[in-house]
C-alpha cells in the first residue's frame, strides 16, 4: 500500500490549499482515511477522518468549518481542502489509512498505513 500526499504550500494566513493523497496497492474504496499534521516541536495530531463510503466524517475542533475532506474513489484519492488558514495550522499533513475494510466507526479505525507527508507554511 502506498499513499503520496502532494499539495502543501506556503500562504498567507486566511488564504486555502488543497491537499490531495493519492492511494495505490489495494482496493482504496474499502478504507476510512485521515489526515494528521505535525507542527515544529509537537507531536503528531488528529486533523479528520472519513469512512470508506465517503458519507460520514469526523473533525478536529480546531479545523471545523474551515477543512473539509472528500474522497472521489474512481480517482484512488482523498483530498483535503483548507480555507482560512491562521498560523497554527503550519505543519507537516500527513494521510493515513485504515487496515480495516469497511470500517465507519472511528474508534475502530487503525492507520497502518501513512503517506510521506507535505509541509503546510501559513504566514502571519
Known amino acids: 500500500v502506498q499513499l503520496q500526499a502532494s499539495g502543501g504550500g506556503l500562504v498567507q494566513a486566511g488564504g486555502s490549499l488543497r491537499l490531495s493523497c493519492a492511494a495505490s496497492?489495494?482496493?482504496?474504496?474499502?478504507?476510512?482515511m485521515g489526515w494528521f499534521r505535525q507542527a515544529p516541536g509537537k507531536e503528531r495530531e488528529f486533523v479528520v477522518a472519513?469512512?470508506?463510503?465517503?458519507?460520514?466524517?469526523y473533525y478536529t475542533d480546531s479545523v471545523k468549518g474551515r477543512f473539509t475532506i472528500s474522497r472521489d474513489n474512481a480517482k484512488n484519492t482523498m483530498y483535503l481542502q483548507m480555507n482560512s488558514l491562521k498560523p497554527e495550522d503550519t505543519a507537516v499533513y500527513y494521510c493515513?489509512?485504515?487496515?480495516?475494510?469497511?470500517?465507519?466507526?472511528?474508534?475502530?479505525?487503525?492507520?497502518?498505513?501513512w503517506g510521506q507527508g507535505t509541509q503546510v507554511t501559513v504566514s502571519s
Open positions: 493515513a489509512g485504515d487496515s480495516v475494510s469497511y470500517n465507519s466507526d472511528f474508534a475502530r479505525v487503525k492507520y497502518d498505513y
Open positions: 496497492g489495494r482496493t482504496f474504496s474499502r478504507y476510512a
Open positions: 472519513i469512512d470508506w463510503s465517503g458519507g460520514r466524517t
